[in-house]
């Protein structure tokens, strides 16, 4: 690999590039899943390329190729100098990057069991096991489960002297039951939506999540919906299981703070955000319970988010986004702090590939414990919701107004969970609703979920982004709004 | 600069023929991909983002005694193909047979359609930084800044099994999409193309610079139901959520909004859709993820829900005939139709706007999701251009609502058809549909912009 990279940035120096960086990136997976009884699909892949990116005359360009000779690299490196040039007959303002020191480092995420070592046959005896389980239950018209593995080798060498090499292990196992009856079609699925549970680990996080075990209770719920009362409309308080949780993180902390978007590099595709750069330690984005970091750091966990340093080479930190109900963080690159003055990137730069170039994406953006207990939090919600697994999203492209429905809830009357209700759903302005959280569970209910499918960027990359939280409850939430006539 | 070169149909031969000694399979099927594409990205004026990609894949489908699986690589070695075919097999062989899987198909025989446009292919950084800046020239004289892409690409696929079937198709793919911002308003439009010389970048300036303007100092208008007019990149990215349900297999599942629904009249009298890749256009090859040649389906015939579309597995599964729209085994999908043609009328956006007394005109829409899936509710946000319209005329900017709209109820109740045009959005492939003047859309909340 570093053979390949030294090809590349050489002769991009050569050409006149100011600042050059390489990604050599290796990735293998395995996806298998099943549907109703049988195999669904079943496939690896391998994919390993090159992608050069430059700074040449004063302006951005990037070449890939997955051709690995000394010829096809050396033309890539090439052809990035020359869209490089290109870029700088349209430049309203010099580019500019915060330094870094170099660095050279390897990182392997920590795993127990490689689950490429795991037999297919053996993957496909599990899914099958839970297929069995979910549609034992009368009403269950369709199963569907999958196992996704992947691993992921990357060296990124650049010409201030950076080589760092990092592989992580990635592992996603879930499944759904659902039922159709009469005018309506009902799904559970488990631990999550989006694919159930991903994680930055080995085939442990599988054995970990008694998918089996679930399977019952599971399939039960998609079928008891249909016999549920409707989600009422109105304003009620509204507590979020932590895996919806983690989604509301995600759209409307998680993609606001993204320094990018608040800079307008978005504006036709992604959009942009409301959180302009004069709210910055003056905004009173929630209330004074609500703590929220992006931690890219091991120490957070094994998310999605969690690496030893981004793509651009800056070592993987901790930032305070939100403290005690204050704005206090955005996730920058290079770049992007250059532009607001800050004097260096919080590392949030990656890719999704060979043949992307990286973007500012989030890493582990949690919603840091409360103090309360579960039993504490629906004990003292006197007329509430619960709403438990994402089933509908949807922000507007400032991230200011928002809608989610939930696959299942529960109303809450006088601290106790009663009656089951389906179809729930809720709304509201991010800031209004994050000032309105008064109660978040502790530790103990605490989860670290990994959205596997953000999307962003034009090509488009998906990226996967780690969400810690746990249980918490929001006063006065409109609910119901989904389905307004 | 060496440009590169698509596979061209004698080396997929050729590499098919390597895989071929490699396999000890009952059948095996080869995928081969590839291709080249660039994107020139600006925002506040400025280019920020350029890059340029180029690769090829190689997927291989083996069968061993009713038992499949897929390996795909983008290494064309000798030790990378026998790597490939190694893997299919070894996951193909740890599965149960499944009775119900087909033979590969024969060789199939269509008239090729030809996409291939070299003034796309030959699109250089140099002459998209151009158009660039005539987007930025005109956003500055008006006072606004530009943000968008302009791409260009070129690609190829072919599809070959030990039974005899080789198909081939390769084609060029061409888009700008521009957002004019001012200072409380934004304007959007994009338009695509495989011929890059269809792609008029000045028109595309002025006329979202002109919402932008028209946008300014937006007002806050109730959340209610309303008249609204949507151009044809709304009306994709809704109508995009319907189609994934016109699959065979979707029904056999039931998790298709038409389960129960075939042959009902579900939408007004005046929607007529097909699948037809053959339409002028329409874009992509004619062949489905099995390499066989896609058929010109109707799916709606005023109103009348008429036909799915069916792989050759969900077409035995179902007792039907196939027609061309089935996704690369295995897979848990089946199929969909990908080349939607929704018929048109003849009313322009201006006539609809002119007959209209009171309403809203929509010329995009954002984040858009399924709410139910069999009433086909969906949620999402309008964005870049959202206003008032009275007395027949588009008066001013509004604050972007949110809307929670049943698509069965929607295509029920539209008033006017604008001609069928080729659409681009953001959240659905690229269809042939018209613009749509439609009664009663329930928008439930208003944002802060």
């Known amino acids: 690999m570093r053979t390949f990279a030294d090809w590349a940035l050489n002769r991009a120096q050569i050409l006149g590039a100011t600042y050059a960086d390489a990604r050599v990136v290796d990735s293998r997976e395995r996806y298998i899943s099943s549907k109703n009884g049988k195999v669904g699909q079943a496939s690896v892949s391998d994919t390993m390329g090159i992608g050069v990116r430059v700074i040449a005359g004063g302006a951005w360009g990037f070449a890939s190729t997955d051709t690995l000779t000394r010829q096809a690299v050396e033309q890539a490196a090439s052809r990035a100098v020359a869209i490089a040039r290109a870029s700088a007959l349209v430049q309203e303002r010099e580019l500019a990057l915060v330094p870094e020191e170099p660095v050279e480092a390897e990182w392997t995420s920590p795993i127990r069991t490689d689950p490429f070592t795991t037999r297919v046959e053996d993957n496909i005896t599990l899914l099958l096991r839970v297929d069995a389980e979910l549609r034992r239950v009368k009403g269950v018209t369709l199963a569907e489960a999958a196992l996704h593995f992947r691993r992921q080798e990357q060296l990124f060498a650049s010409t201030i002297g ?59 719920e998609a079928v008891a919906l249909h016999g549920a009362e409707q989600c009422p409309e109105g304003v009620r308080d509204l507590i979020l299981d932590s895996s919806q949780l983690g989604l509301q993180i995600h759209e409307s902390i998680g993609h606001p703070i993204e320094l990018d978007r608040v800079l307008g590099t978005e504006a036709n595709f992604a959009g942009m955000s409301f959180l302009t750069p004069d709210k910055l330690n003056s905004l009173k984005y929630a ?25 651009e080479g800056v070592p993987a930190q901790r930032t305070d986004i939100i403290r005690n109900g204050l704005f206090t963080g955005y996730l920058t690159s290079r770049e992007t702090a250059a532009a607001v003055g800050q004097a260096r990137s919080n590392g949030s730069m990656r890719a999704e590939g060979w043949n992307r170039i990286p973007l500012i994406r989030m890493t582990n953006v949690s919603l840091l414990p409360g103090d309360r207990t579960l039993e504490q939090l629906v004990g003292s919600t006197e007329d509430g919701i619960w709403m438990e697994t994402n089933r ?25 969970k009663t009656r089951m209700l389906k179809n729930p759903s809720y709304g509201g302005i991010t800031t209004e609703f994050w000032n309105s959280c008064d109660g978040i569970c502790n530790a103990d209910h605490w989860v670290l979920w990994g959205t596997p499918n953000c999307g962003k960027g034009q090509p488009q990359q998906t990226m996967g982004t780690g969400h810690g939280a746990a249980p918490a409850r929001f006063r006065r939430v409109k609910v119901g709004v989904a389905y307004q006539t | 600069m060496k440009e590169f070169v698509l596979i061209s149909p004698e080396r997929c031969k050729g590499i098919f023929d390597r895989v071929l000694k490699f396999s000890d399979a009952d059948e ?51 030790a990378s193909i026998r790597r490939v075919v190694e893997d299919s097999a070894s996951v193909a062989r740890q599965q149960q047979p499944n009775p119900d899987l087909l033979p590969m198909p024969g060789p199939q025989e269509c008239a090729p359609v030809e996409r291939f446009y070299p003034a796309t292919a030959e699109l250089t950084p140099e002459a998209r930084a151009h158009g660039v800046r005539e987007e930025v020239e005109i956003a500055r004289r008006r006072g606004q800044t ?26 060029t793919r061409s888009e700008f999409s521009v957002t004019m911002l001012g200072g409380n308003s934004s304007g959007w439009a994009k338009a695509n193309s495989p011929d890059v010389r269809n792609i008029n970048v000045e028109e595309l300036a002025l006329r ?94 005023r109103g009348v829900v008429r036909n799915v579309v069916y792989s050759r597995q969900t077409a035995k599964l179902m007792q039907a005939e196939p027609t061309g729209h089935g996704f690369p085994l295995p897979n848990e999908f089946g199929e969909a139709p990908m080349n939607i043609v929704i018929a048109g009328g003849d009313a322009s956006v201006d006539n609809m706007i002119a007959g209209t007394e009171r309403g809203i005109l929509v010329t995009r829409l954002w984040y858009i999701r399924e709410v139910d899936p069999y009433e086909k509710v969906l949620t999402g946000m309008t964005r870049d251009g959202t206003f008032l319209i009275e007395d027949g005329q588009a008066r001013r900017g509004i604050l972007n609502f949110r809307f929670n709209q049943s698509m069965i109820e929607m295509l029920s109740k539209v008033e006017m058809l604008g001609p069928a045009e080729r659409a681009a959005g953001e959240e659905a492939f690229e269809m042939v549909l018209p613009a749509m003047k439609v009664r009663d859309f329930n928008f439930t909340e208003v944002t802060k912009f």
């Open chain 1, 392 to 416: 509908s999203w949807s922000i507007d492209d400032k991230r200011y107004n928002f809608q989610f429905g939930c696959e299942i809830g529960w109303e809450i009357k006088n601290g106790r």
């Open chain 2, 208 to 301: 979202a610079s002109a919402k932008a303007a028209l946008s300014a100092e937006p007002v806050e208008l109730k959340p209610e139901r309303y008249t609204v007019i949507l151009e044809p990149a709304a009306v994709l990215d809704l109508v995009g959520f319907l189609f994934y349900d016109f699959s065979g297999l979707a029904i056999h599942d039931q998790r298709s909004f038409l389960t129960g629904r075939l042959g009902m009249q579900l939408f007004g009298e005046n929607i007529s859709i097909a699948d037809d890749v053959y339409h002028p256009l329409q874009s992509g090859a004619p062949f489905d993820g099995e390499g066989m040649y896609r058929k010109t389906v109707p799916l709606v015939e």
């Open chain 1, 162 to 220: 950076s080589v760092i090499r990092q592989t992580r292990y990635y592992t996603g196992a879930g499944y759904s039951a659902l039922a159709f009856s009469g005018n309506e079609i009902q799904k559970r699925s488990y631990p999550n939506s989006f694919g159930g549970q991903h994680q930055l680990r080995g085939y442990e996080l599988v054995e970990e999540l008694r998918l089996v075990e679930n399977a019952p209770r599971v399939a039960e």
């Open chain 2, 146 to 171: 530009a943000a968008g892409i302009f791409s260009s690409g070129a690609a190829m696929q072919a599809i070959l099994n030990s039974a005899g079937l080789f198909v081939y198709h390769q084609d």
């Open chain 2, 28 to 78: 095996t099927e080869a995928l081969i991909a590839g291709g080249a594409h660039q994107l020139t990205r600006f925002a506040n004026n400025t280019i920020h983002q350029n890059v340029a990609e180029e690769g090829c894949v190689l997927s291989i489908r083996t069968v061993y005694g009713g038992r499949t699986a897929r390996a795909t690589t983008n290494k064309f070695d000798d």
């Open chain 1, 287 to 311: 209330s004074e319970i609500v703590n929220v970091v992006a931690d890219a750091r091991p120490a957070h966990g094994p998310g999605l988010g969690t690496f030893a340093f981004d793509d």
